[in-house]
C-alpha cells in the first residue's frame, strides 16, 4: 500500500516537473529573438533572394534585420507591445491611450501599461531617427500585417521598397542632382509610408 502511494507522488511530482519544464520552454520561446512574425519576415525576404544580417548589436535599437546593399533596417514589431495604431494623447498632466483594434491595454494596471507602451513607442522614434541620421532606411513591419490572409502582399511590398530603395541609391549616384541630401534624409519615411500606404 505505502509502496503504492509512494509511486503515485513520483508520478504526481513528475507531472507537475514536466508541466514546470512544458510552461519554461514556451517562455523561452516567447522570449527567444526567433520569434514568428520575425521568422515570416526573414523567410519571405530571403526566398525573394534578399540577404540580411541579424539584431545587429552596433546599431541603434538592434534592428532585427539590416540589409547593407540597400541600406536598410527592418524592425518587425509587436503590435502590443509597440502600440500599433493608439492614440497617444496628454490630457490633464497625463499620458492617454485609446485601445486600438491591435493594441488593447489591461484594465488592471491600466497606468504601468500606458507608460511602458509610450516609453517603447517613444524609444522607437528615437531610434530611427538616429538611424536616419546615420544615413540608414527604416522599414517597420507589424505583426498584424504578418497574419496568413496578409502576409504575401506585405512581404511583396517590401520587396516593392526594398527595389524601389536600391534603384534611387543607384540612380542617384548615376545622376546627381541637387537637393539629393534632403531627399535623402526624407527617405526613411517615405519607405515606410509607402509600406502602410500599400496595407
Ligand atoms: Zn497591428
Redesign the pocket.
Known sequence: MAAIKQEQSDACISSAEREQARRSANMAAIHSKDTKPEMIVRRGLWSRGFRYRLNHKRLPGHPDLVLRKYRTCIFVNG?FWHG??VNLQFDDLQFTISN????KIPKTNREFWVAKIRRNKERDKAEQRQLAQMGWHCITV????LKPSKREETLESIAFTLNHIWLRDHGAKAIPYPGLEEEEQQMPMAAEESLDARR
Open positions: 503590435c500599433h495604431h486600438s483594434e491591435c493594441c507589424w505583426e498584424c500585417e
